[in-house]
């Protein structure tokens, strides 16, 4: 009670502390949480992202470095993401994920509306002898699409789709998995510096087990959150925000805590 006490001070500190700054001019754009934003980098512009996410059921946590190009312009933008993680069931182990190399396309971006499809190759970075990886080359894709429904509003949707061939379990026994994911978010911009945030977020998964079998793992978070932007005559625009998933359906009576950082700044 005391910790929730604590984080609804501070989202309510942070609220007032956003309202009151509403003068800064630089909008925040691609600063979503577990929900990924249809707009590329602009070129000149490359992006440095920090997530840390915390959940007290499971005892897990995950901590993610992204950074992002424009290759060389808005059209196309390149990007990688790495991943530390902490696992705790059938014992604690904690290691370095499947490492994702990222390409987008920015199809529309016109008016209230942008899609911008990615496409990934994800390493097998992660040991999937202590199961922080799958032990294989997979791909994955995800269909981004942001919606401007007002000048007080953005809403997004994702929707994607992962395929690892001859993912390795624990034991070494190999199969194909697939895992899909969707998700959609409601962004109210309170002010152009500060906005408030809630995402749906739903995957589903499958590992190999030792015996060769798969097993499916769903997950459906709600996540509200703020987000805050500092920018500086410079052009650079530094983003925290934080957020507070929620376990519900198959994730239900889980919850925690995500945390955010992005640098995003003039290449030269």
Do not use: C
Not at 8 to 30: C, W
Not at 31 to 44: D, M
Not at 54 to 63: G, Q, R
Not at 230 to 248: K, T, Y
Request: charged share 15%.
């Amino acid at each position: 009670m005391k910790m929730r006490t604590v984080l609804l001070s501070v989202v309510l500190a942070l609220l007032s502390f956003g309202v009151a700054h509403s003068e800064e001019s630089k909008k925040i754009q691609d600063n979503s949480f577990l929900i990924e934003e249809a707009y590329n980098q602009e070129a000149g512009v490359v992006q440095h992202i920090q997530t840390f996410q915390y959940l007290k059921k499971s005892k897990s946590w995950i901590y993610t470095f992204t950074q992002e190009w424009p290759a060389p312009a808005q059209a196309h933008q390149l990007s990688y993401t790495i991943p530390g993680v902490h696992q705790h069931e059938d014992g604690a182990t904690t290691g370095l994920g499947d490492i994702l190399i990222n390409y987008r396309y920015q199809l529309v971006l016109k008016d209230a509306l942008a899609v911008s499809p990615r496409f990934s190759l994800v390493l097998p970075t992660g040991s999937h002898k202590k199961g922080l990886g799958a032990g294989a080359v997979g791909y994955q894709i995800n269909f981004p699409v942001s919606i401007e429904l007002s000048e007080r509003f953005v809403n997004h949707w994702n929707a994607g789709a992962t395929f690892t061939p001859n993912a390795k379990g624990p034991g070494g026994k190999k199969a194909d998995t697939t895992g899909y994911n969707l998700g959609t978010s409601i962004i109210w911009l309170a002010s152009e510096n500060f906005n408030v945030m809630t995402e749906v977020v739903w995957n589903s998964s499958q590992a190999v087990n030792p015996d060769g079998s798969k097993s499916k793992d769903k997950s459906f978070f709600v996540n509200p959150g703020v987000r805050y932007a500092i920018n500086f005559p410079s052009g650079l625009q530094i983003v925290p925000g934080i957020s507070f998933p929620i376990g519900v359906g198959p994730s239900k009576k889980e919850y925690g805590v995500f945390l955010y950082l992005s640098f995003e700044h003039k290449m030269f």
